[in-house]
């Protein structure tokens, strides 16, 4: 009899340890990761987001597209923009070259940041969109091209997100500038990155921006 009333004791302990995480948010943190803390419009906020200044670039050898897996394109130390995956469709009409980031923050019960080239944004205070801000450039064999979008995710992963372009433009292939079998190496040069910034509704003044600072 003690030991069924031990066990009762136990189980109901168990649950308001369970509940206590729940509502303080710790059980959302470990199953959903960044994207719980984004989509909770009740306790957290996004208004300190920005464009991170400046240009960055990686090498990639057009040789042994699997060779630039993980090749960074940023890393602060605490936030990263790496190669995920680049590829070759093998036919202009399907994009040519191809080539896709990953990013990745850090994320707390307190808040989260992200940089990445998308603005993960709220609108009306419940809705959600995602807008690339990044641009990027191929320099190859003395020539600047414009890369265009190949497309944006949401926050899929635990700790970011992803988002992809297509190396060349359409129109370098149709003029012969670049083919579908080069061996060089292209410079790639992004720009107008954003910092993702979600802090608690209830900070405010130098409160809310501490998450900015130090994350």
Not at 175 to 195: A, F, N, P, R, W
Request: no cysteine; proline share 0%.
């Amino acid at each position: 009899m003690k030991w069924k009333k031990a066990s009762y004791i136990g189980a109901l302990a168990a649950v308001v340890v369970l509940l206590a995480l729940w509502r303080v948010g710790y059980i959302g943190l470990w199953t959903e990761g960044m994207a719980y803390i984004a989509n909770n419009t009740d306790k957290y906020k996004d208004t300190n987001g920005h464009l991170v200044d400046g240009q960055y670039a990686v090498s990639i050898d057009l040789s042994d597209l699997q060779s630039n897996v993980g090749k960074e394109l940023y890393n602060d130390g605490i936030h990263r923009v790496y190669v995920s995956w680049i590829d070759n469709t093998g036919s202009m009409n399907s994009g040519g070259y191809r080539i896709g980031f990953r990013s990745d923050g850090r994320y707390g019960i307190t808040g989260a940041s992200l940089i990445s080239g998308v603005h993960h944004a709220r609108v009306n205070g419940h809705s959600f969109t995602m807008t690339m801000t990044a641009r990027m450039a191929a320099q190859y064999k003395g020539k600047s091209f414009t890369s265009s979008e190949f497309g944006v995710s949401g926050i899929n992963y635990r700790d970011g997100d992803d988002f992809g372009f297509y190396i060349f433009p359409y129109d370098a292939y149709e003029s012969q500038e670049v083919s579908l079998d080069e061996s060089g190496v292209v410079e790639l040069i992004v720009t107008e990155l954003y910092k993702n910034v979600w802090s608690e509704n209830a900070a405010e003044g130098s409160s809310a921006m501490a998450w900015d600072e130090e994350h």
